[in-house]
């Protein structure tokens, strides 16, 4: 058995039979399990050979964790390589959906990017320090 590890079923909220993930490209979520935010974006649409990892960000284009810590890039890295033998071999790129997160020189998705492990992957994120430019992505 899991003897209580990873949830196989954290992807569809726990519930297998009411969401899909359509195209079985992977979502990571660093949210908070109990937020409505959480919960909104595991029923967002996939974007084709993308992966898409939501968070909370910072105006310093740094990722936080659910008890608001920074994410460093060695340890999105890690967060990655682990859900990454479930990806499809079509994977191009990733896109971080977290407020500032493509924001400045030393935002999280251009540090990200420039690791071996994702050098020819195209990896965005919001420009601002808020969610309102989400479509603004570099």
């Not at 990873?6 to 979502?27: A, E, H, Q, R, T």
């Not at 649409?45 to 659910?66: E, L, M, R, S, W």
């Not at 499809?88 to 500032?100: K, L, S, V, W, Y």
Request: proline share 4%; aromatic share 8%; glycine share 8%.
């Amino acid at each position: 058995g899991l003897a209580g590890g990873i949830n196989y079923y954290l992807y569809v909220d726990n519930n297998p039979m009411l969401f899909i993930d359509d195209s079985g490209l992977l979502k990571i979520n660093l949210l908070e399990p109990d937020s409505k935010e959480y919960k909104q974006f595991e029923r967002t649409k996939d974007i084709p050979d993308k992966t898409i990892i939501a968070a909370h960000g910072n105006y310093k284009g740094d990722i936080i964790d659910v008890n608001k810590n920074i994410i460093s890039v060695q340890m999105l890295v890690e967060i990655i390589q682990e859900h990454a033998k479930d990806w499809p071999a079509n994977i191009t790129g990733i896109d971080i959906r977290a407020c500032g997160a493509g924001y400045g020189d030393e935002s999280i998705a251009k540090r990200l990017s420039t690791q071996p492990v994702f050098v020819d992957f195209i990896v965005r994120g919001p420009e601002g320090d808020d969610c309102s430019r989400r479509n603004n992505m570099v």
